[in-house]
């Protein structure tokens, strides 16, 4: 599929759109990826203090929000 456009030159417009879009969500499948081992990592650590099952994964849930904050953050920046 392609598309004239004013200068007429010929550029496909849905296979562009698609390559952006597949990116876009490739980083923000990374992100979360990459917090879920942040999460997971401090849930671990939060463990062998002794602390209890609950507040692990209370830990681990703030430690993923935050990793996973940041990762959008810098995916917005990258973008502009």
Same mark, same amino acid.
């Given at each position: 599929?392609?598309?004239?456009?004013?200068? +007429?030159?010929?550029?496909?417009?849905?296979?562009?759109?698609?390559?952006?879009?597949?990116?876009?969500?490739?980083?923000?499948?990374?992100? *979360?990826? %990459?917090?879920?081992?942040?999460?997971?990592?401090?849930?671990? =650590?939060?463990?062998?203090? +002794?602390?209890?099952?609950?507040? *692990?994964? %209370?830990?681990?849930?703030?430690?993923?929000?935050?990793?996973?904050? %940041? +990762? =959008? *953050?810098?995916?917005?920046?990258?973008?502009?």
């Amino acid at each position: 599929m392609t598309t004239q456009t004013h200068g +007429g030159r010929r550029k496909r417009a849905t296979a562009v759109a698609r390559s952006h879009a597949r990116r876009s969500s490739s980083r923000v499948i990374h992100a *979360a990826v %990459l917090s879920a081992v942040v999460a997971v990592a401090a849930a671990i =650590l939060k463990g062998f203090t +002794g602390a209890g099952i609950a507040e *692990a994964i %209370l830990t681990g849930g703030s430690a993923f929000g935050g990793a996973m904050g %940041l +990762g =959008l *953050a810098a995916i917005n920046a990258a973008k502009r």
